[in-house]
């Protein structure tokens, strides 16, 4: 009896293929419709970044201090590293919202592998006191650091973001003096590193952004920007 109502379930399947595909069709369409109103319904901010990957680098270099650690009874140089990342950052969702943090993380610069410890190291933006200077061809571009004043781009409240709007410029991390393995950690023969951009708005949520930097040297990096690296000794007490 069973094998039997299964090989009419079989052929009345087979029959009406057509109609079935209808009914598929017809209901991937409602819960597309559905889920849209949804969508739409439910206010929240979304955040997409772009990243110019031409005009973004990080500069390693030791300071010239040193600093001796009694308990290692060893004397260590100290070194920096600097990071400037070129974006723009767009509100593609359908709530108006504020730029409340933004963040770098770096993997440490370690041989240690541990399975759910990836050693990362999170820094906060860094003011920087001067614009960065890009040559585009036979013309030098001024880009200003995010989130400040800018007459270039025509921005004024560049923390806040409107439904569509963006707002472009460099975001500058430092790292402050340190010694040992505390500096990025570079996976590929170039010297390029991997970082994470971490946004946080006013509403408390999270948005995190993978990108590539590659080095410079800090001569060249204060060619383009004349306070690289120097953050931390400007605003020492």
């Known amino acids: 009896m069973l094998s039997n109502s299964w090989t009419d379930l079989i ?25 849209g109103l949804f969508n739409s319904l439910i206010k929240k901010p979304k955040l997409k970044v772009r990243f110019i990957e031409k005009s ?33 950052i767009a509100n593609v ?16 610069n370690t041989t240690k592998t541990k399975l759910f410890d990836k050693q990362m190291v999170w820094l906060p933006q860094s003011h920087i006191f001067a614009d960065f200077k890009f040559e585009y061809g036979e013309s030098l571009v001024f880009i200003p650091p995010l989130r400040t004043r800018s007459d270039v781009f025509n921005q004024r409240r560049t923390d806040s973001l409107d439904v569509g709007e963006s707002i472009v410029g460099v975001a500058y991390f430092e790292q402050g003096e340190a010694w040992g393995n505390l500096n990025p950690k570079s996976s590929d023969g170039d010297g390029t590193i991997k970082v994470v951009i971490k946004i946080r708005d006013v509403y ?7 990108t590539t930097l590659k080095p410079k040297a800090i001569e060249e990096a204060r060619t383009i920007n004349e306070a690289f690296g120097l953050t931390t000794n400007i605003t020492k007490d």
Not at 71 to 80: A, K, S, W
Not at 204 to 210: I, L, N, P, Q
């Open 204 to 210: 408390g949520k999270h948005y995190k952004f993978k």
């Open 56 to 88: 973004s680098f990080f500069s390693f270099f030791y300071t010239g201090n040193q600093s001796y650690e009694e308990q290692l009874n060893e004397t260590f140089n100290l070194h920096q590293t600097g990071f400037a990342v070129y974006m723009s």
């Open 93 to 108: 969702g359908n709530m108006p919202t504020s730029i409340d943090k933004i963040y770098l993380g770096y993997y440490k």
């Open 11 to 35: 052929k009345w399947t087979n029959d009406n293929s057509g109609f079935l595909s209808l009914i598929l069709f017809l209901v991937t369409i409602l819960f597309g419709w559905i889920s």
